[in-house]
């Protein structure tokens, strides 16, 4: 289908259509909504894309540099790569890793690892990359390892799973917290306004950092990860959910003066039917446009926690623990590949700030 529609075509579209027609002509924020989505691909299918267990505790193969994939071996296509062997720095007396051409580990896909469970439904051992007969000490390492031996590659993977469901998880309870107070401010007016209003401005003028500290102290050393999952993801929201609230409100202050609005109070309608079936979907599109703004804001959040300490803790992965390891300058000095865990954490981020400001262009009418 071709991307132009005719005159009768255009009279007729909704707004959810003429939206989506909008948004294709920001290429870069169409861009990155395939960036995004990628991510999400790469969250779901983390397990199967990760080479080897994020785990899997081996100082024997502690700060191991980034290999190579070699695609041609002398008999034509036939990938693998090069061992590792150790030796040690006369100047620094560290041991390194360097590759050893005589070692050469053939690479096959769809190997068998790790067991898993993708998205709880069954159990498998297969992983879109594998050595053929790996000895223990072999692996694939594309990304390099950390001081335990961990591989950063396949912790990156699953930390993108942790840090971009939590941020999700976040967003929805903020849409639900800003849709609901925002309407009920905007719809109601008064006292009802005036009071949720001031709860919004004591809630935005509290120090973030300081909070978090707080909380994060408050929290139990005996929770599991998975607590601390939730709690965090429930903190992130209460205090993220002002800014939509404030969006929805404003819209509602102006819609409720509309013929339609008036109409459906005049059949009877209850108040929270004219706001979810008729007011609410008149907006959808800034309410999307103010959620992909959101989500960004809730990624960041999460890793800034986790680096400092205060959100998720080992053995949890994300983001922001990953990047732990990165804040020490003398480990970066002889790893400097642990500063590759900051490269999805800026591309998700700016991809949804680009898709955000794309949604935004295209929910305006007057753009």
Known sequence: MSGTLSDDSLASAGQLRLTWLRFRRHKLAYVSLFIVALFYLVAIFADFLAINDPHAVDARRGYLPPQTVHLFNGDGFNPYVSGMTGKRDLKTFRQVYVPDPNKKLPVTLFAHGYPYEPLGLFETDRHLLGLVSPEPLDGIYLLGTDALGRDLFSRIMVATRISLSIGLASVSLSLILGILLGGISGLYGGLVDLFLQRVIEIVRSI?????????????????????????????????????????????????????????????????????????????????????????????????????????????????????????????????????????????????????????????????
């Open 207 to 367: 120090p973030t950092i300081p909070l978090w500290m707080g909380i994060a102290a408050a929290l139990p050393n005996t929770w599991t990860v998975v607590q601390i999952y939730f709690a965090i993801t429930l903190i992130i929201s209460l205090v993220g959910w002002t800014e939509l609230a404030r969006v929805v409100r404003g819209r509602f202050l102006t819609l409720r003066e509309e013929d339609f609005v008036i109409a459906a109070e005049l059949a009877g309608a209850s108040q929270l039917r004219i706001m979810v079936r008729h007011m609410l979907p008149s907006f959808t599109s800034h309410v999307i446009a103010a959620v992909s703004l959101a989500l960004p804001a809730m990624i960041i959040s999460e890793t800034s926690l986790s680096f400092l300490g205060l959100g998720l803790r080992p053995p949890a992965i994300s983001w922001g623990i990953l990047l732990q390891d990165a804040q020490n300058v003398q480990v970066l000095a002889g790893a400097p590949w642990l500063l590759l865990a900051a490269v999805p954490v800026v591309t998700v981020i700016l991809a949804f700030n680009f898709l955000g400001d794309g949604l935004r262009d295209a929910a305006d009418p007057y753009g």
